[in-house]
Protein backbone atom coordinates (compact mmCIF):
# COMPACT_ATOMS: atom_id res chain seq x y z
CA UNK A 1 0.00 0.00 0.00
CA UNK A 2 2.50 2.59 0.44
CA UNK A 3 4.62 1.52 -2.38
CA UNK A 4 1.74 2.38 -4.12
CA UNK A 5 1.53 6.07 -2.80
CA UNK A 6 5.43 6.43 -3.30
CA UNK A 7 4.43 5.43 -6.70
CA UNK A 8 1.72 8.20 -7.10
CA UNK A 9 4.32 11.17 -5.37
CA UNK A 10 6.59 10.45 -8.15
CA UNK A 11 4.04 9.87 -11.14
CA UNK A 12 2.44 13.21 -9.59
CA UNK A 13 6.12 14.84 -9.57
CA UNK A 14 7.11 13.88 -13.07
CA UNK A 15 3.69 15.43 -14.57
CA UNK A 16 4.37 18.91 -13.14
CA UNK A 17 7.80 18.64 -13.56
CA UNK A 18 7.66 18.07 -17.20
CA UNK A 19 4.77 20.33 -17.82
CA UNK A 20 6.76 23.03 -16.24
CA UNK A 21 9.76 22.04 -18.48
CA UNK A 22 7.56 21.79 -21.89
CA UNK A 23 5.68 24.97 -20.98
CA UNK A 24 8.89 27.18 -20.34
CA UNK A 25 10.68 25.77 -23.36
CA UNK A 26 7.39 26.15 -25.54
CA UNK A 27 7.29 29.67 -24.04
CA UNK A 28 10.72 31.00 -24.90
CA UNK A 29 10.53 29.47 -28.60
CA UNK A 30 7.61 31.57 -29.38
CA UNK A 31 9.12 34.68 -27.49
CA UNK A 32 12.04 33.87 -29.33
CA UNK A 33 10.39 33.64 -32.61
CA UNK A 34 8.27 36.79 -31.85
CA UNK A 35 11.45 38.76 -31.73
CA UNK A 36 12.58 37.38 -34.68
CA UNK A 37 9.27 38.49 -36.51
CA UNK A 38 8.98 41.86 -35.19
CA UNK A 39 12.30 42.59 -36.04
CA UNK A 40 11.78 41.73 -39.66
CA UNK A 41 8.36 43.48 -40.32
CA UNK A 42 8.41 45.79 -37.33
CA UNK A 43 4.57 46.73 -38.72
CA UNK A 44 3.02 43.57 -37.88
CA UNK A 45 4.34 43.83 -34.44
CA UNK A 46 0.64 44.25 -33.03
CA UNK A 47 -0.82 41.69 -34.63
CA UNK A 48 1.73 39.16 -33.59
CA UNK A 49 2.14 40.11 -29.92
CA UNK A 50 -1.65 39.53 -29.71
CA UNK A 51 -1.11 36.19 -30.95
CA UNK A 52 1.60 35.71 -28.96
CA UNK A 53 -0.31 36.48 -25.72
CA UNK A 54 -3.07 34.07 -26.42
CA UNK A 55 -0.81 31.16 -27.35
CA UNK A 56 1.11 31.76 -23.97
CA UNK A 57 -2.20 31.59 -22.68
CA UNK A 58 -2.66 28.25 -23.95
CA UNK A 59 0.51 27.16 -23.26
CA UNK A 60 0.31 28.06 -19.54
CA UNK A 61 -3.70 26.75 -19.69
CA UNK A 62 -2.20 23.46 -20.96
CA UNK A 63 -0.06 23.16 -18.07
CA UNK A 64 -2.31 24.06 -15.42
CA UNK A 65 -4.24 21.00 -16.52
CA UNK A 66 -1.32 18.60 -15.71
CA UNK A 67 -1.10 20.33 -12.55
CA UNK A 68 -4.70 19.58 -12.05
CA UNK A 69 -4.84 16.10 -12.81
CA UNK A 70 -1.47 15.97 -10.70
CA UNK A 71 -3.49 16.92 -7.37
CA UNK A 72 -6.19 14.86 -8.55
CA UNK A 73 -3.81 11.70 -8.21
CA UNK A 74 -2.76 13.13 -5.36
CA UNK A 75 -5.68 13.58 -3.01
CA UNK A 76 -8.23 12.07 -4.14
CA UNK A 77 -6.31 8.73 -6.00
CA UNK A 78 -8.49 6.74 -7.97
CA UNK A 79 -5.98 3.59 -7.87
CA UNK A 80 -6.20 3.55 -4.22
CA UNK A 81 -8.85 0.83 -2.24
CA UNK A 82 -9.67 2.21 1.10
Partial sequence: MENILGLVALGCGL??????????????????????????????????QAKMFILAGLIDAAFLIGVAIALLFAFANPFVLH
Fill in 15 to 48: IVGLGAVGASIGIGLMGGKFLEASARQPELMNDL
